[in-house]
C-alpha cells in the first residue's frame, strides 16, 4: 500500500505546510529552527496545562481545610454567661475563718458538688476512684521515676496539689478553690495570716486580719470556671517543679503565645484547659492510667455529646484539604505526632533523673549545683538530673493506654524497667503513631522480691531530712502495705509521657521529610510498616540501578569505539 | 557503497511526535520527582515531587487510554508486532557493522517505522513496562482507600524496579539515537517527521516500502 504523502500533509495547517512542504533538505536553517521551536512551545504549553493544578495547589491555603473550618464552628462562641453573680451572693458576704467554711457555703447552694467531686481521681488518686482497687493511683502503688511515689497520701509533701484543705488528704474537706479560683488570690496563706494576727493582742494587728478578711471576701466572690493557672498549679509543676514531669505542661502555658500553642495561645483562640477538657459531673475528661481519655475518635458531628478531648473531637479524621495526601495519613498517625514538632519549646523539662546519685555532701552540707537554663543538675536530697529544652519526641504506636508498673509488680533489674509505656497494636483501629517524653532514670528496687520501692521523701522522717534511703524505704513501703526484705539495689527505668498539648501552628508543622527519610528519619524505630523515602528493598535497588549503570557503561564504551574508529569511514 | 543515497521519508505525524515528546517529558519529570520520593536524592522537596508525581502519573493514565485507543483504530498497533526476522541480523549491526560503517539492515518506512529490535523493546516498553508502572502507580495512590487488599512494599517494589528499568532504557535510548546517519539525524526526524534514511537494496516486502521523496 502506497501512502500518499501530499495527502497526508493536507491535514497541516497552512502555517506548518511550509515548513514541511518546501523541500526539507533545502529548508533555510532560520526555518527549520522555528519549526524545532513551535513544537517545543507546543509540547511546554501542554505540560505546563497539566502542571498548573499541582502547582497551584501548592501553597497550602488551609482556610479551606475542612478541618479548620469544623473547628471554627464548633467553638464559634467563647463567651461564658451565668445567672448567678457570686458577689452578690449572701452567704458569701461574710467574714470567713477558714477554707472550710468557704466550701460549706458552696455546697449550700451547689448540693451534689462536693458528692460528685469526692468520686473523682482529682479526689481519690485512684484510677478506679475506689478504695478496695488501690491498684493505680498516686493514692494507690502506682510509681513513677520522678518523686516515685504519694505513700498512700502519706507523703505530706505530695498533698500541697490534693484537693482537700490544709493537706488534710481525703480526711479533709474539699477545696473548690482549688480549681475555681479565679483571682488568683492565695487562701491557704490568708487563713494562716488572719490566724496569726488573731492570736496577736495588738490592735494593729487586727486591723490587719480585718483587711485580709475583706481581701477573701473579694476573692471569694470572683470564684468562677477554671483557668490554665488553675490547672496549671498542680499540672504545670507535675514531678515536684516547673516543667518536671511532662514536657509539654509547664509553666510557659499560663499565658502562651499562638506559637507555644496554638489554641491555647493569648493572640490566638486562647483556650482555657477546660475547653478541651471537658466535664460530667465534676470528671474531667482526659487518660486516666491505664484508661485512654475516650473508648473511640469521634467528631463533634458524630457526637454531640462525646468530649473534645481528642484533636478529631473538633477537626474530625479528615482535616487537611481534600487533595491532601495528608488525610491519608490519619488512620496510622497521630495529629500530635506531625503538629508538635518538638517539646519543652520555652521552659525546659527534665530529661532524667538519678537516684542513686542522691546523698552526695559538700562540706559535710546537703547541696544543689546548678547547670545549663539555670536549673539544678544535683541535688543532694534527690539525686543528678538532666534537663533539656526544644526536644524531639520518641515515636510509638499509642491506642491511648499506657501499661503501668506498681510497687506491687515484679520487675527484671536486669533490664530497663518500663515504669510507664505505651500500649498499641498496629492492627488495633484505635493506634496511631504518637510522640512521647521518655523519662528516663534510676530509681531503689528490692533486691529480694524484685519489686520498685517506694521511700517516703518529705516530713521529719523522710529521705528529704534524714538522707538515709534504707529507713526511707522501709517508711514508704509500709504506708502501702508491700513487704521491703531490708536489701535494695537501684534499677534503670524509663517513664513515658505522651506529648500532646503545645501544638504549633500549622505552619511548624513537621515537613514529610521528617520521617520520609532515609537515614534520620524520626520514626526509624518503627519497622513494621513501608515508608517511601525511608524504606527500600536492597535487592530491588541493586538490580535496578546495576541495570542503569551497565546501560550507562555500555552506551559509553559503543560511544566512544564509534568515536575512535569514526564509524568505520576512512575520510 | 554507492546505494547508500541519503533519502527523506515523512515517518512520525504531528500527532505521533507530540505523543512521543509528551511522554519523554512525562517520564523524565516521573523518574525525577519519583527518586526523589524513593529518597534516592533531594531537590525539589518531597512534598512537591509527590504532588507532581501523583498529578502526572493520573494525567498520564489517562491519556494513554486514550493513546492506546489510537494505536488500535488507525492499525498503528502492527508496528508493535514483535518479529525475530532480521532480530540477529540488527543486533550484529550495533555489535559490529556499525564500527565498520556497514548500513542498516532495516529501511525504515511508514509502515515499519521501527527496526526488529525496535519492535521488541518498544512492544516491551508499551505492552509490559509501561501498564505494569501505571497498575502498581495507581494502585500506590490508592493505597490507603484499598486498606488490606494489597501490600505496599511489594507495589513500591515493583514500582521502583520497573522505574529503574526505565530509566536504563532511557539512556540506551538516548545514546541509540545517536547512531541515524548523522549524530542528529534520528532526533531531527523525531521533532520534524521527517527521517533521513539510507536507501537500502534489500528492502523485502514485509517491510514494505514508503513513499520517498528525493
Given at each position: ?561 564509534r568515536f575512535f574508529i569514526r564509524n568505520g569511514r576512512e575520510d | 557503497m554507492t546505494e547508500n543515497k541519503p533519502v527523506k521519508i515523512y515517518l512520525y505525524t504531528r500527532f505521533e511526535r507530540l505523543w512521543h515528546w509528551f511522554q519523554a517529558l ?148 538516548l545514546y541509540m539515537i545517536t547512531t541515524g546517519h548523522s549524530v542528529l539525524g534520528h532526533i531531527a526526524g523525531m521533532i520534524t517527521g521527517w527521517e533521513e534514511v539510507f536507501e537500502t537494496a534489500e528492502i523485502e516486502d514485509w517491510e514494505t ?6
Amino acid at each position: 500500500m502506497q501512502i500518499d504523502t501530499k495527502k497526508r500533509m493536507g491535514t497541516i495547517p497552512r502555517s506548518f505546510h511550509r515548513f514541511i512542504s518546501a523541500e526539507p533538505m533545502e529548508m533555510p536553517m532560520k526555518k527549520r529552527i522555528l519549526s524545532i521551536y513551535g513544537l517545543a512551545a507546543a509540547l511546554i504549553t501542554i505540560l505546563l496545562c497539566f502542571l498548573s493544578p499541582a502547582l497551584a495547589a501548592m501553597p497550602e491555603n488551609a482556610e479551606d481545610a475542612p478541618g479548620r473550618r469544623l473547628a471554627r464552628q464548633a467553638v464559634k462562641d467563647n463567651k461564658q454567661w451565668t445567672t448567678t453573680d457570686h458577689k452578690k451572693m449572701e452567704i458569701l458576704n461574710k467574714d470567713f475563718t477558714s477554707g472550710e467554711e468557704i466550701t460549706r457555703a458552696c455546697v449550700s447552694c451547689h448540693s451534689e458538688a462536693a458528692t460528685q467531686f469526692h468520686k473523682t481521681i482529682h479526689w481519690t488518686w485512684l484510677a478506679s476512684g475506689d478504695k478496695s482497687d488501690l491498684r493505680y493511683g498516686k493514692a494507690g502503688f502506682s510509681v513513677n521515676n520522678f518523686c516515685i511515689s504519694g505513700n498512700a497520701m502519706e507523703d505530706k509533701g505530695c498533698l500541697g496539689c490534693h484537693t482537700a484543705w490544709n493537706q488534710k488528704g481525703v480526711q479533709g474537706e474539699v477545696n473548690c478553690l482549688k480549681c475555681h479560683n479565679s483571682s488568683g488570690f492565695n487562701f491557704d496563706e490568708a487563713f494562716s495570716d488572719i490566724r496569726g494576727f488573731s492570736e496577736d493582742d495588738d490592735p494593729e494587728a487586727h486591723e490587719m486580719a480585718k483587711d485580709i478578711q475583706q481581701e477573701i471576701k473579694k476573692a471569694v466572690g470572683k470564684v468562677g470556671f477554671p483557668d490554665r493557672k488553675n490547672c496549671g498549679d498542680c499540672h504545670f509543676n507535675g514531678g515536684g517543679g516547673d516543667g518536671v514531669k511532662h514536657g509539654d505542661l509547664d509553666t510557659s502555658l499560663t499565658k502562651p503565645n499562638r506559637m507555644l500553642d496554638v489554641h491555647m495561645g493569648t493572640d490566638g483562640k486562647n483556650f482555657t484547659c477546660t475547653r478541651c477538657h471537658t466535664t460530667v459531673d465534676h470528671h474531667i475528661a482526659g487518660r486516666i492510667y491505664t484508661n485512654p481519655a475516650v473508648d473511640s475518635r469521634k467528631s463533634l458531628i458524630e457526637d454531640d455529646l462525646a468530649p473534645k478531648i481528642t484533636c478529631e473531637s473538633c477537626h474530625s479524621a479528615i482535616p487537611h484539604k481534600n487533595d491532601s495526601k495528608m488525610n491519608d495519613h490519619t488512620d496510622v498517625v497521630s495529629c500530635q505526632a506531625c503538629h508538635i514538632p518538638s517539646f519543652a519549646r520555652v521552659n525546659p523539662t527534665m530529661m532524667l533523673w538519678d537516684w542513686s546519685k542522691a546523698g552526695k555532701m559538700k562540706d559535710k552540707k546537703p547541696y544543689v549545683e546548678d547547670g545549663e537554663f539555670k536549673k539544678p543538675v544535683y541535688k543532694t536530697i534527690k539525686g543528678e538530673f538532666k534537663w533539656e529544652k526544644n526536644v524531639i519526641p520518641e515515636y510509638f504506636r499509642f491506642n491511648g493506654s499506657l501499661t503501668s508498673t506498681t510497687a506491687d509488680d515484679t520487675i527484671d533489674p536486669g533490664e530497663i524497667v518500663k515504669v510507664s509505656w505505651p500500649v498499641g497494636e498496629k492492627s488495633d483501629p484505635q493506634t496511631r503513631i504518637f510522640p512521647f517524653k521518655i523519662h528516663r532514670g534510676k530509681q531503689p528496687y528490692d533486691k529480694v522480691h524484685k519489686k520498685l520501692l517506694a521511700p517516703i521523701l518529705s516530713g521529719p522522717k523522710g529521705f528529704w531530712t534524714t538522707l538515709d534511703m534504707n529507713d526511707a524505704i522501709e517508711r514508704g513501703n509500709k504506708t502501702l502495705g508491700i513487704t521491703y526484705s531490708g536489701e535494695f539495689d537501684y534499677a534503670k527505668t524509663t517513664y513515658a509521657v505522651p506529648i500532646t498539648h503545645m501544638v504549633a501552628p500549622k505552619e511548624n508543622a513537621l515537613a514529610c521529610t521528617q520521617c520520609h527519610i532515609r537515614e534520620t528519619s524520626r520514626l526509624a524505630n518503627i519497622t513494621d510498616l513501608y515508608m517511601p523515602g525511608r524504606d527500600q528493598f536492597r535487592l530491588v535497588d541493586t538490580i535496578g540501578w546495576v541495570s542503569v549503570l551497565g546501560a550507562f557503561v555500555v552506551v559509553l564504551l559503543h560511544g566512544l569505539g564509534r568515536f575512535f574508529i569514526r564509524n568505520g569511514r576512512e575520510d | 557503497m554507492t546505494e547508500n543515497k541519503p533519502v527523506k521519508i515523512y515517518l512520525y505525524t504531528r500527532f505521533e511526535r507530540l505523543w512521543h515528546w509528551f511522554q519523554a517529558l512525562v517520564i523524565v519529570i516521573l523518574i525525577i520527582t519519583g527518586l526523589e520520593i524513593h529518597g534516592t536524592y533531594s531537590f525539589i522537596g518531597f512534598q512537591t515531587a509527590v504532588r507532581i508525581h501523583n498529578y502526572l502519573g493520573l494525567s498520564w493514565l489517562t491519556l494513554f487510554a486514550f493513546f492506546v485507543f489510537w494505536l488500535f483504530t488507525t492499525g498503528e498497533w502492527r508496528q508493535y508486532i514483535p518479529t525475530t526476522r532480521k532480530l540477529f541480523l540488527v543486533i550484529r549491526y550495533y555489535a559490529w557493522d556499525i564500527f565498520q560503517g556497514k548500513p542498516h539492515p532495516v529501511q525504515k518506512s511508514a509502515h515499519a517505522k521501527h527496526n526488529p529490535l525496535q519492535r521488541l523493546a518498544y512492544l516491551g516498553i508499551s505492552a509490559m513496562l509501561l501498564p505494569v508502572q501505571m497498575v502498581t502507580g495507581l494502585l500506590y495512590y490508592l493505597y490507603n482507600d484499598l486498606q488490606g487488599l494489597i501490600s505496599l512494599p511489594i507495589l513500591a517494589g515493583i514500582h521502583t524496579l520497573v522505574a529503574l528499568f526505565l530509566l536504563n532504557f532511557l539512556i540506551i535510548h538516548l545514546y541509540m539515537i545517536t547512531t541515524g546517519h548523522s549524530v542528529l539525524g534520528h532526533i531531527a526526524g523525531m521533532i520534524t517527521g521527517w527521517e533521513e534514511v539510507f536507501e537500502t537494496a534489500e528492502i523485502e516486502d514485509w517491510e514494505t516500502k514508503a513513499v520517498r521523496k528525493s
